[in-house]
């Protein structure tokens, strides 16, 4: 299959070079795309400097923003298979080869790499995988879906799903939204354990005051998106 990595990034200066150096070098296997979102400091300069393969978007899109432009790119240029990982270093692509087998082997359309499956490497604080646990509750209510690691931005979707997310893909704090979204569409979801590292440089764009704001309005966008989806095909 034809897999094209999608690395969104904002700001990721510090940690750009190390990422896709490594793919690269270690990865050859996989073409990928870099989404400059606007960045402000230089990460657009590293990305031309040692010409990546890169789209600089004019404007700060956000990440889901960012993210939906790889997924344009990959249905525009016939991938079969996408996969996101950040731009911060966390996601370890030695763990994609197991993503990729349950795609290949039609055991899913999407695959969602957990850190809460063995519980090995990067956790997170208590207080984000308390939010983390609320909103895969809910993921599952909504859809009937059990994603653990709802907030991952760790996956690999099918050429099936490329298509849905290049024209429907949320624009905020996308994840676990993108599961309902795969959900209603009757793609299935599943879960592989990964282990993720902590980010190197630079800093989460989630603070404590963004953290509140981020449950209520993914919780709320949640509800909404099954509930209209439901209007829709009534």
């Known amino acids: 299959m034809r897999c094209l990595i999608i690395i ?3 700001n990721e200066a510090g940690n750009i070079e190390k990422v896709v150096d490594n793919l690269i070098i270690n990865y050859p ?9 606007g960045s402000k400091d230089d990460t657009a300069r590293i990305c031309a400097e040692k010409s990546y393969h890169v789209l600089y978007l004019p404007i700060n899109l956000g990440i889901g923003g960012a993210v939906q432009t790889g997924y ?9 298979v996408a996969v996101q ?6 996601h370890d692509v030695a763990f994609l080869a197991d993503m990729l087998r349950e795609l290949e082997a039609g055991n899913a359309d999407a695959v969602v790499g957990s ?11 208590g207080a984000r995988r308390m939010g983390i ?12 879906v059990k994603v653990r690691d709802v907030t991952s931005g760790y996956r690999a979707v099918n050429r099936r799903l490329i298509r849905i997310y290049a024209e429907d893909y949320p624009s905020d704090y996308p994840e676990p939204e993108a599961i309902v ?12 354990p990964v282990v993720m590292q902590e980010r190197e440089n630079g800093v989460s764009s989630i603070n404590f005051k963004k953290s509140i704001y981020y449950m209520i309005k993914v919780t709320l966008a949640l509800i909404i998106r099954r509930i209209s989806f439901g209007v829709r095909r009534a």
């Open 8 to 10: 969104p990034a904002y």
């Open 29 to 37: 296997q996989y073409d990928y795309i870099i989404i400059d979102d």
């Open 72 to 80: 344009q790119y990959a249905r525009d240029n016939e991938y079969d």
């Open 85 to 90: 990982i950040d731009g911060d270093g966390q």
């Open 115 to 125: 850190r809460f499956i063995d519980k090995q490497g990067f956790q997170s604080s």
């Open 133 to 144: 646990g609320i909103l895969s509750i809910l993921v599952r209510l909504l859809t009937g």
């Open 181 to 192: 979204i795969a959900s209603v569409y009757g793609c299935r979801v599943k879960e592989v």
